[in-house]
């Protein structure tokens, strides 16, 4: 009698490249993989959980872990993460040819040609990913055709073709997280360590008492998959069919509770698309967050016209349950180009929606897009002046501005190829895609607005700088002269720029790029990068 295989090893390539001195912040945890387990424990299968993160020499572990195996599947986002994972999977086909590989997570989901035709997939899953993962180990375990399970793309005769629908439900149809594969304490090691020169992404504002010097120990989760939104810029509209799915308020409080009692955590990231859809939801939660006296700050996102829809007694409620940050897209700066992205947000709305959470002591974390297809300079322009406004009227909030990025998946994606944008080709160049250091996308905003970009990043930074940086007569001086420039949205000669460059160089600080460095900000917020500072005193940007 033949033994089944029983084994499956999950990959989680790194999410920026650790050669360029950077990684992401490590409450960050493998969500992915964790989510897609649970059908397979369930069913008794042996999982075997790999982190790029935490392990050194993933790629020998990944090796060693495959001898045996039934499959290998792997997920990632747009970013360096889909050339890592290639690289991953290209030497597990290479040396275990016979093994399946799957692919899923949002980036493969969109380009599930471009990984079957390398040769590095047998299979991509289409979205949504914990049933039909579940139902592709039963297939390979059984030998039966993966042609037959829903929501998947694969090839057959040289052609990529995709399977029926696998529609989108919700977490009542899934197995419970296997917690018990996370090494929790390896993410914890990393969170304590100091960072020394090593960039960390993706680290946000400290809540409550903790410091750079004291920091807390933090922890994420998904509460909700989708989003309802119609967003041009963004492929979850055709990947969910802008379906929402969330485990219930009273239900995740409870998981909250338990989760932190089990490993200790200090603060909680919700890595959902959008967690504050329902507002009966984000009330019960926390309500019983409140009541079962939970002892975490807490953060997640959110939109502009959500909380301009909350009742005042529940975004009370997020003050109380001890949400300290909340992402908000802002998106465009005119009435227009709102309307053209589908987002549809009110332009006077957004100061006030950033004001309500301010007043309650909850850290806005807003973001803005310039370089739409088809935008005309003055929108580009009106955007950033009402970046600078916001950030005028809220110095503790992020009024990040980003250059657009054709996403695949997305309409603004097929727009922006039939105005003449050429796609990366190799996983290598998609791997690059999203670093703004490094892609020479940039060079498609017109001159004038590069610069304006550039100068209100520095502007803002050095508003912001008043909370740690020099002595404080200088940080106080050098803030109102950035404070006034936000006010009048104009940018001529920097001079707080260059005062506070004479001010570095006097101190015996490195900060020849402190230009371009900030001008090429990743999306954390200004105030939080200029709290990274090494042992040394450099300022970390």
């Known amino acids: 009698m033949i033994q089944r295989k029983n084994k499956i090893v999950l990959f989680l390539p790194h999410r920026a490249d650790p050669a360029r001195g950077e990684r992401f912040s490590a409450d960050l945890l493998p969500l992915e993989l964790l989510q897609i387990a649970s059908g397979p424990i369930a069913d008794g299968y042996e999982v075997v959980m790999i982190d790029a993160m935490i392990e050194p020499d993933y790629l020998k572990k990944i090796d060693e872990a495959c001898e045996g195996a039934l499959l290998f599947a792997s997920s990632s986002i747009l970013g360096y993460q889909v050339y890592d994972g290639y690289v991953a999977a290209k030497m597990v086909r290479e040396k275990h040819p016979n093994l399946p590989i799957i692919w899923g997570g949002w980036f493969p989901s969109v380009t599930p040609e471009m990984y079957l035709n390398s040769g590095v997939a047998d299979a991509v899953g289409i979205g949504q990913g914990e049933i039909t993962f579940r139902n592709v180990v039963n297939a390979v375990a059984s030998g039966e055709d993966l042609a037959n399970v829903p929501g998947l793309a694969i090839k057959r005769d040289g052609r990529v073709m995709y399977t029926d629908n696998q529609p989108v439900v919700g977490f009542n149809q899934f197995e419970p997280v296997p917690w018990h594969l996370l090494e ?100 019960e939660f926390c309500e019983a967050l409140v009541d079962l006296k939970v002892p975490i700050h807490w953060n997640g996102t959110i939109e502009i016209e959500t909380i301009m829809r909350y009742k005042e007694p529940t975004l009370d409620l997020l003050e109380e349950s001890k949400c300290h940050l909340l992402w908000l897209g802002a998106e465009a700066g005119t009435k227009e180009m709102q309307e053209r992205i589908k987002k549809n947000i009110g332009i006077d709305n957004i100061p006030i929606a950033v004001g309500e959470l301010v007043k309650r002591n909850i850290v806005p974390g807003t973001f803005w897009i310039i370089g739409y297809p088809g935008e005309t300079e003055e929108s580009m322009a009106a955007t950033l002046k009402a970046a600078a406004h916001l950030k005028y009227l809220y110095p503790t909030a992020g009024s990040d501005v980003y250059p657009f990025r054709p996403i695949p998946g997305t309409e603004d994606f097929d727009q922006a190829i039939k105005d003449g944008y050429e796609p990366p080709k190799t996983f290598h160049d998609w791997g690059n895609c999203f670093e703004y250091k490094y892609n020479s996308q940039n060079s498609a905003l017109p001159e004038s607005i590069r610069n304006t970009w550039s100068r209100y990043n520095n502007t803002a930074a050095i508003y912001d700088m008043h909370v740690n940086e020099g002595p404080m007569w200088m940080r106080r001086a050098l803030s109102k002269i950035a404070g006034r420039r936000l006010q009048r949205g104009s940018y001529g000669f920097p001079v707080e720029q260059k005062l506070f460059d004479l001010y570095v160089r006097a101190t015996g600080q490195s900060q020849e790029n402190l230009s371009e460095e900030y001008a090429q900000l990743q999306p954390e917020t200004h105030a939080q990068i200029t709290e990274e500072k090494s042992t040394e005193g450099k300022v970390a940007v």
């Open 184 to 283: 929790y304490d390896r993410y914890v090691d990393l969170q304590l360590a100091p960072s020394g020169n090593m960039k960390v992404r993706h680290r946000f504002p400290l809540p409550g008492h903790w410091t750079p010097d004291n920091p807390p120990k933090g922890f994420s989760m998904f509460s909700s998959f989708g989003c309802p939104e119609p967003c041009t810029f963004c492929c979850s509209p055709r990947l969910t069919g802008r379906r929402w799915k969330a485990i219930p308020g009273k239900q995740l409080a409870e998981e909250v509770a338990e989760l932190q009692q089990r490993f200790g955590f200090d603060v909680l990231r919700f890595q959902d698309a959008n967690f504050g859809v329902a507002e009966k939801r984000t009330k």
